[in-house]
């Protein structure tokens, strides 16, 4: 503070924010401690022997879907990293979050120009529903007259917002919200509720319910990889992200 004659942060109702000249600082600030970090990316990266330790923004389908598996094959092979995982909600509501995550994985990455992103997988939208109770939605109308469960994540971020075309205007109010997917499959079983998710989702939270194309056309939803441009090179980071796409690809291959 005395350096910059600044009080940098200062009291915001219970909290603090940075002031004009601290936030003004962060990128070159930002700027020298990737350098200084990238002076310990050029030694030899040995994953049996270094410590690795990650945190990963994601929500909780695509962590079950692949890091169990994933990290299975990783101590099969003797090797024990430690794994963080937080939630990621709509991350491209809330950059701020950046600053806590190693890998985002996500449909919705931030939009910054020190955020690097790369298309892990894709899977088209489909309307899950109980069989025994219901049959699925025929026409538009049919499908935004539907009782709905959806995954809300806070009280501004739900699953619906990252759909493609999808005009989510027209849906009436969720009749069911729940803090994630796996919650999903208890409440629709033995209910006329229906959700929209990934198809993918058959072979992980939402196995056990009938699915069925929805009434409209609709885009795939991708799903990206997402980190940091400071970690761009970091060894154990490019070892893990090699990884990722591994398992993923044994997934897609399954029958």
């Known amino acids: 503070r005395l350096a910059f004659d600044d009080a940098l942060f200062v009291r915001d109702g219970r909290g603090i924010i940075p002031t004009v000249k601290a936030t003004s600082l962060r990128e070159p600030i930002e700027s020298i401690l990737n350098n200084i970090k990238s002076l310990t990316e050029q030694r030899e990266f ?55 995550w190693q890998f985002l994985i996500s449909p919705a990455p931030p939009k910054a ?87 993918l989702m058959k072979k992980g939270p939402l196995k056990g319910l009938d699915s069925a194309p929805l009434p409209i056309k609709t885009q795939p939803l991708v799903i990206y990889m997402v980190w940091h441009q400071r970690d761009d090179k970091n060894p154990a980071d490019l070892w893990l992200r090699q990884k990722i796409k591994e398992t993923v690809n044994l997934i897609f291959t399954e029958k």
């Open 46 to 100: 040995d994953p049996l022997v270094d410590s690795l330790d990650f945190t990963i923004a994601t929500n909780d389908f695509p962590m079950l879907l692949i890091f169990p598996r994933l990290i299975k094959k990783l101590q099969s092979e003797g090797i024990k990293p430690r794994f963080h995982f937080m939630p990621a909600g709509v991350p491209s509501t809330n950059l701020s979050r950046t600053s806590r």
């Open 113 to 199: 120009k020190d955020i690097i992103q790369e298309q892990l997988f894709q899977s088209k939208m489909v309307c899950f529903y109980d069989a025994k109770v219901r049959q699925p939605p025929k026409s538009w109308k049919q499908f935004v007259n539907s009782n709905y469960a959806e995954v809300k994540f806070s009280e501004r971020e739900s699953s619906i917002m990252a759909f493609p075309s999808i005009d989510v205007t027209a849906l009436k109010e969720p009749t069911i919200t729940v803090p994630s997917f796996s919650a999903l499959s208890e409440f629709i079983k033995g209910s006329d509720l229906i959700t929209t998710q990934l198809e």
